[in-house]
T-cell receptor, first 109, second 110 residues
Framework: GIQVEQSPPDLILQEGANSTLRCNFS?????LQWFHQNPWGQLINLFY???GTKQNGRLSATTVATERYSLLYISSSQTTDSGVYFC???????????FGTGTLLAVQP | EPEVTQTPSHQVTQMGQEVILRCVPISNHLYFYWYRQILGQKVEFLVSFYNNEISEKSEIFDDQFSVERPDGSNFTLKIRSTKLEDSAMYFC????????FGQGTRLTVV
């Protein structure tokens, strides 16, 4: 099956810093989503992005499907950005989401 | 804004007991899912449901698990005889393209 790897596994930032999170996948995918898991465990939708670039406030995402990766950019980070960021892909004939390994982000004041 | 709702938010159960986790998906969505997340680990697929039947299930989804859409709005996950290793956060999701997740049910088996 499709493998989804994220990097870095952990990241500590000072408030106000920028960061880039990466998601690599091992095969062609039909679509890709980014989620933020907050400290209460909720999975919050960030982007639904099969290709191209999307922006939402301080966050933006770029997916290059032909090269099998996606990037999530966080600018001017805030403490409320802390949590785990997951990418998840829909692959092949399946309609299920396959989650990546996650990036644990801690933003310090 | 429509959302996926799950009940209960927490459940503690004795090993060997049956539990039913409940979900109300977003009303116009066609695909329904259950996922689980053991503490500190990644989110794992359990089962997908489409057109009133299971469309795919993982190796985790053995005979102890079952799903049902009993009344056209609710979507349930039953674990027949819980084990300690079933302790996890269970997420329901629905989609018609983009998937949306409920807030989760934290199941603790003691």
């Amino acid at each position: 099956g499709i493998q989804v790897e994220q990097s870095p596994p952990d990241l500590i930032l000072q408030e106000g810093a920028n960061s880039t999170l990466r998601c690599n996948f091992s095969d062609s995918v039909n679509n890709l989503q980014w989620f933020h898991q907050n400290p209460w465990g909720q999975l919050i939708n960030l982007f639904y992005i099969p290709s191209g670039t999307k922006q939402n406030g301080r966050l933006s995402a770029t997916t290059v499907a032909t090269e099998r990766y996606s990037l999530l950019y966080i600018s001017s980070s805030q403490t409320t950005d802390s949590g785990v960021y997951f990418c998840a892909v829909y692959g092949g004939a399946t309609n299920k989401l396959i989650f990546g390994t996650g990036t644990l982000l801690a933003v310090q004041p | 804004e429509p959302e996926v709702t799950q009940t209960p938010s927490h459940q503690v159960t004795q090993m060997g007991q049956e539990v039913i986790l409940r979900c109300v998906p977003i009303s116009n969505h066609l695909y329904f899912y259950w996922y689980r997340q053991i503490l500190g680990q990644k989110v794992e697929f359990l089962v997908s449901f489409y057109n009133n039947e299971i469309s795919e299930k993982s190796e985790i989804f053995d005979d102890q698990f079952s799903v049902e859409r009993p009344d056209g709005s609710n979507f349930t996950l039953k674990i027949r005889s819980t084990k300690l290793e079933d302790s996890a956060m269970y997420f329901c999701a629905s989609s018609v393209g983009e998937a949306f997740f409920g807030q989760g049910t934290r199941l603790t088996v003691v």
